[in-house]
Each structure stands twice: as C-alpha cells, then as structure tokens.
C-alpha cells in the first residue's frame, strides 16, 4: 500500500524503513534490539498496544517511549538499550 | 487551559465510535479521545498494509465526520475531577470539561505467565495482531498461535495476510467444550458465519483442541515450543508464538472516577443500567470496559450511551433488546472460555510473574493479599502500574486486583502538574441519567 | 499466647525495632500488628536516612539513631543506598544562612561539609543554575523501610519472638486484648502503632500529617545525593499546609520526589492540587524533572505531636506501658535510636540521651 519511506537514525545508525509504521515495527525491520530487562535478558514488545512497556526506547531524547504507541517521523532519533 | 464538551469520550474503538455518532446527531459537542494516532481501537485497527474492512471503513466515517465531533488523536487520560479530566498529548496536557462523560476504554489481553514467556517472538494473540497492523514485519516467519478464545482465528488470519506462515492453532478449551461453544452459536448467525468463515479460509492450518504451550525456548530469541495435548507433547519450531486467553476489561478510569464494578468475577468490569449509566452521575461506559461482549456488543451499547448521555432517553431504549442479546452473546463466552488448572499447573518456582520488576512466582508465594506481595517483591511496582501481572494473577486465582490511583498511565511530571483553572469545574445540569434497570 | 516479657503493639519501622532489641536482650517478645509489616506509613515513607536540623531534641535523636543504623545497612534487602545529603540553598538564601545550617548540623555532631556554587554543579549537574551553594552530609542515604523492618522482626524472631496478624482493642493490666477477644499476656506493652496511637492512648495526641510523594520511572544517573532544600525544617514547622523540596534517587534509578504536609486530612486519598504544588517546587529545584515520567503517587499520614517531638517513654498513669510512637517525618531515621533509648530504660538503664524532650508527660500536666 504504502511505498513512501522515511529516515530516522536508530542506535547512532541511519536506517530507512516504510512510512506510517510504528517505531516498534520500524526496530524490528532494521534488526534492532528492544529494552534489557533488569536481570539483562533482552525483552520485545508483548501486547502491542501501550500495556506491557516492554517496548520502550528512548526516542528524540524522551526516555521510556512506548514505541509501539508512536508513528515514525522523519528524522527521528531512537536509541535502545545496548 | 480549558476546554469544554458536551459529551467527552474516552476510547475511540467501535463503542466511541457509536457513542460519538449518537450523540453528535442530536447536535452535541462531543471530544472523542483515543490514545493512539488513529481511531479503530484495536478491532478496528488501522493496518499499514491493508485497507480497512466495510463496515469499519462505513463507522469510522460516519462517526468522525460529523463536524461536531472532536477527535482528539494521542491524548490519554492522566487523571480526573468531577466534570473535567487532565489529558496528555504530544504537545503537553490540559484540562477538558464536559457535562457528560462516556467511558468506551475497550479491553486488553489476558496473557498469562509460563517458562520462557519473556522471550523476544513470544506475544500476545491479539498483540501479534496489532504489531502486524502497525508494520511489523512477518512475511515468511514461522507463527504459531496458541491460548484460548476466538480471537486466536482473527490472529492467524491477520499473520496470514501479512506474509506470516501460520503452522497451527493450539486452543486449549477441549473438543467437547469447543462443539458446546459453537453449537450455541446459532442464536447469534451473525458470529456463527464469522466463525465459520475464519475456519474454512484457516482450513489449511492444523488446529489443535486441548493443547496448551508448556515452555518457549531459545536464546536471544524464541527457537522452540513445547506444547502439551491429549496424546503428549511435541515441539515446533517456530519465530513468534502469539498466545492469549482473552481480554480483561480496562477499567481504570472508571474505578478512579469511583465507578461501582460488578462483584465476584476475577477481573472487574463496569457496572451499568440498560442506558450505560454507571453508579457516578453524568459517567456512562459502553462496550469491553462493561464486560467482554465483542464487536457488536460494543456498537449497540455505544450508541444507547451517545443517546443517554444527551438525554435521548426514548432512542436509547429502542436499542434494548438488541442489548440484551448482544449481552447475551458475552455470557455464552465467558461461559465456555474458563481457564483451566493446566495453566497454573505449567508456572515453575522461577518463572517471571511481574516482567517489569523481574519478580518470580516463588517470591510472591506465601503472601496473603497483593499489597504485602508487593511491598516484599516489587510485584507490580514497575512501568505497567500492575497491570500484565494483576490481571495474570487475579485470573491464577490468586489476588484479586487492587486499588488504583492517577496517574492511569506513566505521564510527564509537567503534565501531572498542569493544574486547573479551577477545583470545582461549573458543569450544567447533568442530562436526566436515572437508574432503571 | 502467655507470658511474654514484652508485647509490642503495631510493627511499622518503630515497632520492629522496639521488638529486635528488646529481644537481643533476652526478652521474650511478642509482636501483634494486623497489616503487613511495615505496611502503613512505613511503607508510605520516603526512608531518608537524615538528620535533619529542625528542633534540636529531634536532631540530637535523629544522630544518635543514624550511627545505630550502621548494623542494618549492610544487608541487601534493605536496599541502603550511601547517596548522601546535599542541602541545597534557593536563591533568597544567603551566605549566613548556608553557614549557619552548617554550625547547626555540626554542634550536634553532624559531619557535615559547605558546598560552594561551583561544587554544587559539580555534583549534582541536573540543578538550575544560579544557586549559591549548600551543605553536603556524605555519610547519610535511603533505605527500604518495609524490607527494613521485616528484616527486624525476622531477627526477632530468630531469637523466639512471636508475631501475631491482629489489631490490639484494649490495653489490659497485663497485657492487651485482640480483636478476636483472646488476652495476650505481658510484663510490658510498648505502644508503636503511629498515627493509630490514640485508639489506645487517647491522652496522647496524635494529629495526622499528611504528605504525598510521586516516583518515577528508572533514570539512573540523574541525580546522585538525595537533594533537600535548606530551608527544610520550616516547612516542617509551618502549621498550615506546605510544601517542600526533597527529591531522593532510590537504588533502582527511580527519582522519589517530595514532599508535603497538612493537617487536617485523615485519608490518603491523593490530592492532585497539592500534588501540584509539590511538583512545581521541585521544578524549581530541577527544571529537568518535568520531562520525567511519573509511575506513581501516593499519600501517607505521618504521626505528628503538638510539640513535634516524638513520645518515648513510660506512660504515665498507666502501670507497664510504655509508648514510642509520633515521630511525624523521622520515624525510619529515628527507629533504632528511639528503640534503643526505650528498651534501656525499661531495663532501669541509664539513658545515652536525656529523654526529658520526649517524655510523654511533658503534655499531661
């Protein structure tokens, strides 16, 4: 449907993904890790729809955005944990 | 900042939707709040992939084409006086007034801890639904999708159609129970047709009654699946195990406006009268957050609350019986999809109970209620206020959910601190809300 | 239940500690307390460890009590995290004002550093610039009282001490009576149950102070001491309603932002407005804070004294009982101090500190 993409910097790295998906979708498409949980075992978004948190990334400097809630922008900056 | 509305809607999913429509065309102002971008909620939820089905296309512009009805895209409700709730949006908060408030806050899913649940490729049924609408990408991953309830159909469809190969559908409801189920289903051949067609265009898909998943398995990622079945165990390989048991109700908002709920049940769900009057003059709810009814359920009762809440008394009352048998409809749900002992029976000592603090089973036995649980464990304490492992837990059996306090989402300090003009909003006399039964 | 030498009546932070010293002592200790351990204003609490400089019977106490701390610190559960204080002065503060905190802290004993404007960036980067500087007290920091306090009656337990998940009615002349009608016997009552002290000792008065506080989610890092404006202990004094800032990193990384304190309030519903103000004080402090995500809010009432000063103590009048409750915002500070001090003189010990400031008869004359 849709063919327009949209660039954003993910984890230091420029990425190009489809426009009009979430930030979740977008991190899955280019390979790039979620949050560690506390013990260090990586977690991925659950419920896809703003309960779990397990989504969360720092995006545009906002730390603990749910990424499953936000449309990537042009330009955006999302970093995970490492 | 003020902002002031006849009707306020909270929720844009079929049941605002409904509610907005009916309202709006007895000339009310009505403010239709949703936290995501687009209205739909999760049943109707924009796919980035595909069009939107008929009908959802049909409500979705009737309702939010009507000039009088505001659709407030990612505002969420941070917290609430009578007559006036504080919401964030992207831009910051602000106060909204109204005379009359209708809560259509939908459900969530009910997803239950096992060993391995943690695992990156584990969600939930209806979540794999919704990562798949907003873009996620599944074209030729291995899914398989197991729990209980219909939806597990609607998500293998959806994993179909975007690209996903579905190996199977584990149901953990018996045969026998599951033939009871759907022979009762003619008294509403509305969902009997649905239920067939979902199986035959699934008729491919091996789909497995009495099986549930024991244990995932992998690394960094999900590799393998153990399930359990009449006839043993076995293993698949797969990428993503989608897994549900249903929905619970999102009542929140509801019970910090101090709205009644219905006793005894694992999980609370709002009490209304036959015009989705709650017990709080001038508050209706509609549709999941009364009880899980479906789809239809949600229409019918979004629009008796748009009537209500603007005094419609008589076109409230004309959707009545179709009400009741929509109602009907939950009952005969909730009647067959029972969890059965199999699902506490697979949690080990060690399994995560509470994702967010990392809290094993283990650490929340022997405690006698879900406050000292949480005070000695952290159980609860995290990002999701409580919510994945309250709603698992009360449905173990094992507490019942507790209280609740603002804010009804993790919110920007700035925004908690928007404070009102004024403490005690002036709101014109509510519309005429009896309670008759 | 029969024969103990020593009941204690309600197991927050004051009462666990009464119960663990006690038992050290050879005493056989019984615990009653119907919620969870350290499940009412204990849990509510903010668990600084900190003396703060309001009245000088309650600094001298809080001191005392913090070098006691040093023997619960060291175990995991109690989630002790050695931040340390740093007093921060606002802006209408001068000079003379920061000096004279600092010589009040350090007369009692205090060790205790001025901090000047540069070194308050240095060490703590998130503050709003312009502030001409402070006070650092490096050997302070935070605990988890609930999990303190379990930690307290677990060792009590370990040497006999028996608890029991009931409510105290009545004080008997030897012992109490439970709200499932039996007699728990004892020599001795001590009374710890906070703000719910005036059910049992109605000659007492407790006036419930209540304060809220909000924690965040997980930003590690962002602060570093548990920031507390100078001027702190007039908010304590102030009798109408106020607010001040307090704002603590807790060992997970979450920031727990206080506070504030009414009178009057009886509930812990939580109050937005107050809630407000509290937010907006801490924003002066912080401007950085208002992008941070909140997770929670809650109120607690503490027990307040007329006097501000807690009641430790034989009661008198009544044969064998004894109080160590109204601690107001010290209680988790103050515990193992004011534990110490009451079980010494129940023992006929003479007392490290002069307990005349917080003699219960002081009021009852």
């Known amino acids: 449907m849709k063919t327009s993409r949209v660039s954003l910097t993910v984890n230091g790295r420029r990425c190009d993904v489809s426009a009009d998906i979430s930030v979740a979708a977008a991190l899955a498409e280019v390979g790039a890790p979620f949050r560690r949980a506390l013990n260090g075992q990586r977690r991925a978004p659950l419920c896809g729809m703003g309960v779990c948190f397990e989504c969360r990334a720092t995006v545009d400097g906002q730390a603990h955005v749910r990424t499953c809630m936000t449309t990537v922008r042009e330009g955006m900056q999302v970093t995970t944990d490492a | 900042m003020r902002e002031h509305y006849d009707v306020l809607i909270v929720g844009a999913g079929p049941a605002g939707l409904a509610a907005a429509r009916a309202a709006a065309s007895h000339g009310a102002r009505v403010g239709l709040l949703d936290a995501q971008a687009h209205a739909g909620g999760q049943v109707w939820r924009r796919d980035v992939m595909q069009a939107a089905p008929g009908k959802a296309r049909r409500h979705l512009q009737s309702s939010l084409r009507a000039s009088q009805v505001d659709f407030l895209a990612q505002t969420s409700v941070v917290a609430a006086e009578s007559g006036a709730l504080l919401v964030e949006h992207p831009e910051g908060a602000r106060w909204l007034t109204h005379d009359a408030l209708i809560v259509a806050a939908g459900a969530r899913e009910l997803l239950l801890p096992f060993p391995g649940w943690t695992l990156p490729g584990v969600t939930g ?46 149901e953990h409801m018996s045969m026998r129970t599951l033939t009871r189920f759907t022979a009762g289903l003619w008294r509403w051949p509305g ?61 929140e908002l509801a019970q910090l406006l101090g709205c009644a709920m219905h006793e005894g049940d694992a999980h609370p769900s709002v009490r209304v009268d036959a015009h989705q009057h709650t017990s709080i003059d001038g508050v209706f709810a509609a549709g999941e957050t009364c009880g899980i009814g479906g789809r239809d359920c949600a229409l019918i009762e979004g629009a008796i609350a748009g009537h209500a809440a603007v005094g419609a008394r008589a076109e409230a009352a004309g959707l009545a019986s179709r009400r009741r048998h929509a109602r009907a409809f939950a009952a005969h749900l909730a009647q067959h999809f029972v969890l059965d002992a199999r699902l506490r029976e697979r949690i080990e000592p060690d399994t995560l109970v509470c994702r967010c603090e990392d809290v094993p089973w283990q650490s929340i036995e022997g405690h006698v209620d879900a406050r000292s649980a949480k005070l000695a464990s952290r159980c609860g304490m995290g990002a999701c206020q409580g919510r994945i492992c309250g709603s698992a837990l009360a449905a173990l059996g094992r507490f019942p959910h507790g209280g609740l306090r603002p804010p009804l989402f993790p919110v920007r300090l700035a925004a908690l601190a928007t404070a009102s003009l004024s403490h005690a909003p002036a709101s014109a006399v509510a519309p005429n809300a009896g309670s008759e039964s | 239940m029969s024969g103990f030498d020593l009941i204690v009546v309600g197991v927050g932070i004051v009462g666990a500690a009464c119960a663990e010293y006690a038992s050290a002592e050879g005493m056989r200790v019984a615990m009653v307390e119907p919620g969870p351990i350290g499940g009412g204003v204990t849990a509510a609490s903010m668990g600084h460890l900190a003396a703060i400089d309001g009245d000088p019977a309650e600094l001298a106490l809080a ?78 920091g935070v605990v988890y009282p609930p999990a303190a306090a379990r930690l307290m009656v677990e060792r009590a337990c370990a040497r006999g001490a028996e608890l029991r998940r009931e409510c105290v009615t009545e004080l008997t002349h030897d012992g109490v009576r439970l709200g499932d009608g039996t007699i728990v016997h004892g020599a001795e009552t001590v009374v710890a149950c906070g703000t719910a002290l005036s059910r049992l000792l109605p000659e007492l008065p407790i006036l419930p102070r209540k304060g809220h506080l909000v924690i965040t989610q997980r930003y590690p890092g962002r ?75 809650w109120a607690g009432l503490r027990p307040a004294t007329p006097d501000g000063l807690p009641y430790l103590g034989s009661v008198p009048g009544r044969e064998h009982v004894w109080v160590a409750a109204g601690h107001e ?37």
């Open chain 2, 191 to 251: 969902k009997l047709a649905q239920a067939a067609t979902l199986r035959a265009r699934l008729i491919d898909v091996s789909y497995r009654s009495g099986h549930i998943v024991t244990r995932a398995l992998g690394d960094d990622h999900l590799r393998t699946v153990d399930i359990e079945g009449p006839r043993g165990r076995r293993q698949l390989d797969c990428d993503y195990l989608a897994v549900g048991h249903g929905l619970v109700p999102n009542v």
């Open chain 2, 125 to 170: 049924a209806g979540g794999l639904q919704a990562l798949a609408k907003q873009g996620w990408p599944l074209a030729g991953k291995r899914v398989l999708v197991a729990g209980s309830g219909p939806l597990l159909l609607a998500t293998a469809m959806t994993a179909r159609r975007h690209g996903a190969q579905v190996l199977g559908i584990c």
């Open chain 3, 63 to 140: 001191h005392y009590s913090l070098a006691l701390w040093s023997q619960w610190v060291d175990a995991p559960q109690v989630e002790f995290s050695h931040c340390g204080t740093l007093w921060v002065a606002s802006p209408s503060d001068d000079e003379a004002a920061i000096d004279a905190k600092l010589a009040r802290l350090q007369m009692a004993g205090v060790q205790a550093e001025r901090v000047d404007a540069t070194g308050l960036y240095q060490l703590e980067p998130e503050l709003i610039p312009g502030l001409p500087g402070g006070v650092r007290v490096v050997d302070e």
């Open chain 3, 223 to 297: 602060i570093h001491h548990q920031l507390v404006q100078l001027g702190y202990a007039d908010s304590v004094h102030d009798r109408a309603g106020s607010v001040a800032f307090n704002v603590q990193p807790r060992p997970t990384g979450q920031l727990l932002i206080g506070s504030s304190r009414e009178f009057g309030s009886t509930d812990t519903t939580v109050s937005l407005p107050v809630v407000q103000r509290m937010l907006a004080r801490a924003f002066e402090f912080l401007p950085g804070l208002g992008s941070l995500h909140a997770l929670r809010m």
């Open chain 3, 329 to 365: 915002g010290l209680g988790v500070t103050t515990a193992p101090g004011s534990a110490r001090l009451l079980v010494d003189a129940m023992l006929g010990r003479a007392s490290v500190l002069d307990m005349t400031p917080y003699d219960p008869a002081r009021l009852l004359s």
